[in-house]
């Protein structure tokens, strides 16, 4: 783990020319955050074979980790042994070693009011993709048409569940399809409805950079059910993973493509083998990549959501209550991110104006 954090360091001064620092200007960093399950134990070694398939020892647990969007590198993953663990206690604590001013997108599988709230609380933006069936009041309309609705609401319309803070609602239709995002970045002249969609759209990049982990550089065959053992594996595939991720950020920057236009999949396979011919895959690739296909038109998609003309945006009155006492439900697993006796609603109101970083 020290070695990975080294190393990490090391490659965040050699590449800082490449990173992406144009996403999200006003916020100190973007990252992601997300949790993944580890495949079962493959009885490969004699002594794994006695246990029956399917025992909870042959469950390596999960991992969850922080990804930095703008350098595409993990900054921290926490290993849980138990991989039905409730994660959004590893996630604050990943949380509270970012930046304040950070910008942190998850997915559904940490929506909820009280998380948002602390998120707000300690002082980091974020963005989050609507959850259905959820109920809310609408605050303030910036924008509204027959397909579009930019506007503040309280999350929460019943007694049950309330958040403490409005939040930003954005919604728009793209052919047959309804997209939905929340964040707590409330004034849309610093961060307009396109950029949200643009932006939460990144949070697919921990999907594929946990993806390159376990697949690309085979984490799903977990050797041994010894969880030193584990670890050490766990450690040096993301050791591995950054040096390679870190080589196709440069390749992009000095190739002067998007980063998913470098195929992950054929550096894995060519980068170490070029290495050992002692060629440099930085210079092959960016001279040679287009013709031999590491440089090729990224599939990903992209959401093209629609523009707002700023003068069509009508402002946030003056005054405006913007934060009241909250009410979280008590649901099994809740997790719990206040004291009970800490009213930090009657002392704090969230920003409507992003600050300088």
Known sequence: QNLFHQITHALA???????????????????????????KVGRYLPALRKIPDGDSQLLPGKMVGLFDIRSQQWCEMVHLPNPHQNDKVAARELADQLPRGSLLLADLGFFGFAWFDYLTFQGYWWISRWRDKTSFEI??????????????????????????????LVRFTVGQTQFQYLTNVLDPWILPLQEIAQLYARRWDIEMAFRMVKQYLKLHLIWSAKQDIILLQVWAVLIISQILQAIRLEIAGLAEVDPFDVSLPLLVQYVPQLTLE???????????????????????????????????IRPLPEGMKLVRCPRYAKRKGTTSYFPPEFKFWETFQPPTRVPAT
Do not use: C
């Open 139 to 168: 605050v303030h309309t910036f924008y509204e048409d027959a397909t579009t609705f930019d506007g503040l609401i309280w999350l929460g319309k019943y007694r049950a569940d309330k958040a403490a803070f409005t939040v930003r």
């Open 278 to 312: 002692n060629k440099n895959p930085v210079e092959m690739i960016v001279r040679d990549g287009r013709e031999l296909g590491f440089i090729r038109p990224s599939r990903r998609i992209r959401i093209q959501a629609p523009i707002i003309a700023e003068d069509q």
């Open 13 to 39: 001064e050699r590449f800082a020319p490449y990173a992406q620092n144009q996403l999200a200007k006003f916020a100190a960093g973007v990252y992601a955050i997300d949790g993944s399950t580890l495949d």
